[in-house]
């Protein structure tokens, strides 16, 4: 019994623990696919601000370039005053001068000869003799402007009256130098006018408030944010677009470079898809990967510029009229906030699984001291019972041989009829006490006899008809039943007390059958009608006055 009682207990323990911990899992698991969602919606929030913030930055570098190209038109006026109309009659040392006037980097001079468009005059050494014939799409804006028609090139760049200038891009003379040149032509003189400048002056701007700023910042103020490019999604990976100079040098051209602002170093190998799918579809595409032991979380992001100048071309040539911004986050940051969350979170799991546990052997133990109380409080009862029931039986084989003398004197006495009535009282008592103690349950037996005893002594008639308890064994539920017996009973006898003697009457019946008990009491009573429809099985149900009825219910 006790090895018994020792199993229940650990596997009640052990339900509890298994019940906490898988609870446990549960919320470790849905806290990271939480986390996972706040990391996909907190990078779109963060391409959303990054994708505005380019935008506004972009449209400011443009309006910045574009006043950048209102001057060197300036220029091109102030130095067609400057200098005679004949590039014959000017020197190189003019120009020279010129432009450190005019506060720019150089001024050069282009002449049409024959099939081609030299530099003829510059104030850099460098510029001058090349021709541009190979130079695609300038030479066709050079030459519309020496016809005097406006340029209708489609190209990047900036249209003005006489006037064409183009996006920074790497010099065909000085390749290690970035420019940004100016071409106006008006018919008074027989060159173009082509002043230029460095591309210090808009980097310094770009520097301070450009997208490379923008993405440098957002990179810092960001622990999961590893990488933001800006891809041209029409030459991303197709190698680089070059013109070969004049003097065999390889010109990259800026505009069409695959990542125009940011950098590219986490590398998926289906990027190029991923891009153009973005591009073409407008829709956000995402890739979760493994790449070199890191978990990557990637987004491309459709960015359309609406009619606004973009200075990004397609392998064409053709400007184009969107992009696609990349995001690349390390999903680690997510284990890293899980990790430190389930060492909290291991803390408070082992505090309540305790405290869980403790409670719960407190329970056990005060539901197992409560039944083993109850269990004491009945068998003393039933020990009791017995015991009276012993005494009767010893009594009456004490009185036994008072009975006979009594039996004899009768005979003797030729007292027929007084015979008869004294051993049909002598015979009921012994059948009765033989009922009672073929009952087949002692502990039962002993309670009927019991209360045969109050029945006496209350002057209640008591009548017991019990078959089919010999199938019950002892145990909790011989326990039960007692408890419940002896409420019904006393029940009883508190209605018949109501009544006269001869009312008195009370009639106990059982019967058993394969798979139910039935235990009938009946009494005469006076609120009958009151409990019909009640819930008299429910625990502390009672038609009482000022009193509470203690019911025992069998399960």
């Not at 590219?264 to 073409?280: C, E, G």
């Not at 005060?366 to 109380?373: A, E, G, I, P, V």
């Not at 002594?457 to 008809?465: E, G, P, S």
Request: some cysteine; glycine content about 6%; aromatic content about 10%.
């Amino acid at each position: 019994m006790y090895i018994m009682q020792r199993n229940s207990w650990l596997v009640a323990i052990s339900v509890i623990v298994i019940v906490i911990l898988l609870n446990n899992i549960a919320y470790y698991f849905l806290t990271k696919h939480s986390l996972e969602e706040s990391l996909e919606q907190e990078m779109t929030s963060v391409a959303k601000q990054i994708e505005i913030s380019l935008e506004l930055s972009r449209l400011g570098s443009a309006e910045y370039e574009d006043q950048i190209g209102r001057e060197l038109r300036a220029d091109s006026i102030a130095a067609q005053y400057a200098l005679d109309p004949d590039v014959e009659k000017v020197t190189n040392k003019q120009l020279s001068e010129l432009s450190s006037k005019l506060g720019i980097d150089h001024i050069t001079l282009m002449k049409r000869t024959g099939d081609d468009i030299i530099f003829y005059k510059s104030s850099d050494p460098n510029e001058i003799g090349h021709g541009t014939k190979s130079m695609a799409p300038w030479f066709t804006i050079f030459n519309q402007l020496f016809d005097e028609k406006a340029v209708s090139v489609n190209w990047l760049g900036q249209t003005l009256p006489f006037f064409w200038t183009g996006p920074y891009e790497t010099a065909t003379t000085d390749i290690d130098h970035i420019y940004k040149w100016g071409y106006y032509y008006d018919g008074t003189t027989n060159y173009i006018i082509d002043p230029y400048v460095g591309y210090k002056r808009l980097k310094d701007y770009e520097d301070k408030t450009g997208v490379s700023r923008i993405i440098e910042q957002t990179i810092e103020q960001n622990d999961s944010l590893l990488e933001v490019s800006v891809i041209n999604p029409k030459t991303f990976d197709k190698g680089s677009f070059d013109t070969i100079t004049s003097d065999g040098k390889t010109l990259e051209h800026i505009v069409q470079k695959p990542i125009v602002y940011g950098s590219y170093n986490y590398r998926f190998d289906d990027d190029a898809q991923n891009i153009l799918k973005a591009y073409h579809t407008g829709q956000t595409v995402r890739v979760d990967k493994k790449k070199d032991g890191e978990q990557l979380f990637k987004m491309f992001i459709p960015v359309s510029i609406d009619g606004k100048q973009l200075n990004m071309v397609d392998d064409q040539g053709q400007q184009l009229d969107g992009y696609v911004l990349s995001l690349v986050s390390d999903k680690h940051v997510i284990q890293n906030k899980l990790d430190k969350q389930f060492m909290s979170l291991g803390l408070i799991i082992i505090a309540v699984t305790g405290l869980s546990i403790v409670i719960a052997v407190f329970f056990m133990r005060y539901y197992r001291l409560s039944q083993d109380k109850a269990v004491q409080v009945t068998q003393m009862t039933y020990a009791d019972e017995i015991n009276q029931m012993f005494q009767a039986i010893r009594g009456q084989r004490h009185d036994f041989l008072n009975h006979v003398q009594t039996i004899y004197a009768l005979a003797e006495l030729r007292k027929s009829e007084e015979l008869l009535a004294y051993a049909k009282e002598l015979t009921g008592e012994i059948r009765a006490m033989n009922d009672i103690i073929n009952i087949g349950n002692p502990a039962i037996a002993a309670l009927i006899r019991s209360k045969l005893s109050q029945a006496e002594a209350f002057h209640i008639q008591l009548d017991c008809k019990l078959g089919g308890l010999t199938k019950l064994g002892m145990g909790i539920r011989t326990l039960d039943l007692n408890r419940m017996i002896g409420n019904l009973i006393d029940n009883a006898f508190d209605e018949v007390l109501k009544f006269p003697e001869e009312q008195r009457l009370i009639t106990l019946a059982s019967n058993q059958e394969d798979g139910w008990l039935e235990i009938r009491i009946s009494n005469i009573c006076m609120q009958a009608d009151q409990v019909a429809g009640q819930p008299i099985f429910n625990p502390g149900y009672s038609t009482k006055q000022g009193g509470t009825k203690v019911w025992g219910c069998l399960s």
